[in-house]
C-alpha cells in the first residue's frame, strides 16, 4: 500500500517567514523526487496547510535525514536594535542569531506533522489527514510500539522518557495510533514524544478523549477525507480570591521541563469531493471574427453591429470557437468543527456539544490560523457546521468493549 510520504504545516502566509517555507518545502519535495518516495498530497495542499500557522522562527526537520543537532541552521531573526552607527547594528544582528534558538520546531513524520514548542516539550499543534482506506487496513498492532525519545531535537528541548515516570499523567497522543493501524512503521511514530504531552488518565485519555479520537475515524465512513488539528493549550483561570486571572499548570522532570497542558483542542476538517461543475455552469468565451485580408488573419473584437462588418469590408468573415478554458478545479463540499476540552476527567453523558466553540475562539487560544486553512482550502466556499443535529454524538462509553481484531489496547491508546 502507497504511504503518504509527508504533509506540511510551516509558517505563515506573510513576510519572510513565508518565503522562507516555501524555499523549505522545495527543498523537501526535491529530497522526495531524488529518493522516489511519493505523496498523496501535492506541492499545493502543502502551501495551503502553511496558512495555518503565524510567522514564527521554526527550523525544519526531515524524518529520513535529519541533521545532528550541532548542524541544524537556525532561521534568521531581526535583532530589536534601533541604533545609529549600521556596522553596529550589523554587527549586533549577526551576534543575535547566534545567541536566539529557535522556539518552535516543524517535525515530519511518514503520516502527521508537528509543529513542536521547544519552551513547554509539547506540540504546538499536529496534523494528520484520515480516509477510509486507511481506516479499514489493520495491519499493524500497537503491543510492538514502545515510546522513544525524539533524537532529532537538541537534547536541552528535548521531553524524556524519564520526565513522565511516576508523574501520574499517561504519554497522550496528539496523532492517535489507532488512526495509523494499516501500517506498523506509521502506528510506531506516533510514540515519538514529539506527538505526546501529559494528560489525565482516568475518565479523559482513556475515556472521553478515546471516544473523541473514535469520533474523528467515523467520519471517514461519510466523508472522502479528514483533516484533524489536535494540540494542548495554557488557557487563564479567574482567581476565586482577587477575581484576576492567571495561568496555572504542573511541570514534570527533574529539572521540571514538560508542562501539564490545561486544555486540549480538536479542530476537524470533513472533505466530500463533488467532481468538477457541470459544463453548463462554465461560462464561455464570447465568439471572435477572423478577418481574411490578403490572406493574412487579423483578430479583432467581439462582432457587435452590422458597421462592424461594413468596416470590415469584402473580405470573408467567419465565426471561429475560442481557445478551450482549463478545467475548472474540482468542488469540494467542506464541514468544519473546533473543540477545547479541559484536560481533567469528563462524565460520559456529557455532549460533544459541551465542548464545541467557534473557529475564532479557538484561534485566539491557539495562536492558530485555522479560517485562513478553510479559505484557502476551500477556495473560499463557506464551510458548513459539522455539528448540526446528531452528527457530532460520541461513540457509546465503553466502545472499545467490542472491538475488532488488532484493537486490544483501545482502551488506553495513549498510555
Not at 41 to 53: A, E, H, P, R
Not at 165 to 180: E, L, T
Not at 285 to 297: H, L, M, Y
Request: with cysteine.
Amino acid at each position: 500500500m502507497h504511504v503518504v510520504r509527508r504533509f506540511m504545516i510551516a509558517s505563515g502566509v506573510l513576510g519572510t517567514g513565508f518565503l522562507a517555507s516555501r524555499k523549505m518545502l522545495r527543498e523537501s519535495e526535491e529530497d522526495r523526487r531524488t529518493s522516489g518516495e511519493g505523496s498523496v498530497f501535492g506541492q499545493d495542499q502543502k502551501t495551503l496547510f502553511s496558512s495555518i500557522v503565524s510567522p514564527l522562527q521554526f527550523r525544519l526537520v526531515s524524518s529520513a535525514d535529519a541533521p545532528p543537532p550541532h548542524q541544524m541552521q537556525h532561521t534568521p531573526s531581526q535583532a530589536p536594535f534601533l541604533v545609529t552607527d549600521k556596522k553596529w547594528r550589523k554587527m549586533a544582528a549577526s551576534m543575535w542569531k547566534s545567541l536566539v534558538g529557535t522556539t518552535e520546531t516543524v517535525l515530519e513524520s511518514d503520516e502527521y506533522v508537528v509543529l513542536y514548542d521547544n519552551r513547554t516539550r509539547n506540540p504546538l499543534c499536529a496534523m494528520q489527514r484520515i480516509t477510509k482506506q486507511q481506516v479499514a487496513v489493520r495491519q499493524a498492532d500497537r503491543k510492538d510500539s514502545n515510546f522513544y525519545e525524539d533524537t532529532r531535537l537538541d537534547p536541552v528541548f528535548r521531553a524524556s522518557l524519564d520526565d513522565y515516570k511516576g508523574s501520574g499523567f499517561d504519554r497522550g497522543h496528539m496523532c492517535p495510533a489507532g488512526d495509523f493501524s494499516f501500517n506498523q512503521k506509521a502506528m510506531d511514530q506516533t510514540f515519538c514524544l514529539t506527538n505526546i504531552s501529559p494528560q489525565v488518565g482516568q475518565g479523559f485519555n482513556r475515556d472521553y478523549w478515546s471516544r473523541l479520537e473514535k469520533f474523528c475515524r467515523l467520519l471517514s465512513n461519510d466523508w472522502d477525507e479528514v483533516l484533524v488539528f489536535t494540540g494542548p493549550l495554557f488557557l487563564p483561570e479567574k482567581d476565586p480570591v482577587d477575581g484576576k486571572y492567571y495561568v496555572k499548570y504542573q511541570v514534570l522532570g527533574n529539572p521540571p521541563s514538560v508542562a501539564v497542558p490545561t486544555h486540549f483542542f480538536k479542530f476537524v476538517v470533513a472533505v466530500r469531493n463533488l467532481g468538477p461543475p457541470s459544463r453548463q455552469n462554465v461560462p464561455q468565451n464570447p465568439p471572435r471574427k477572423v478577418i481574411d485580408v490578403n490572406p493574412v488573419s487579423v483578430v479583432d473584437t467581439p462582432i457587435n453591429s452590422s458597421r462592424d462588418l461594413h468596416a470590415a469590408g469584402p473580405s470573408e468573415i467567419q465565426r471561429v470557437a475560442p481557445p478551450p478554458r482549463p478545467p475548472p478545479p474540482s468542488q469540494k463540499q467542506v464541514a468544519a468543527a473546533a473543540f477545547i476540552l479541559p484536560n481533567k476527567p469528563i462524565k460520559e453523558d456529557v455532549p460533544l456539544s459541551a465542548f464545541l466553540v467557534a473557529p475564532q475562539q479557538l484561534e485566539h487560544a491557539s495562536g492558530l490560523r485555522f479560517r485562513n486553512f478553510l479559505a484557502a482550502y476551500t477556495q473560499g466556499a463557506e464551510p458548513l457546521q459539522l455539528c448540526s443535529g446528531s452528527s457530532c454524538a460520541l461513540p457509546a462509553a465503553g466502545w472499545w468493549d467490542k472491538k475488532k481484531p488488532n484493537e486490544a489496547q483501545a482502551k488506553a491508546p495513549s498510555q
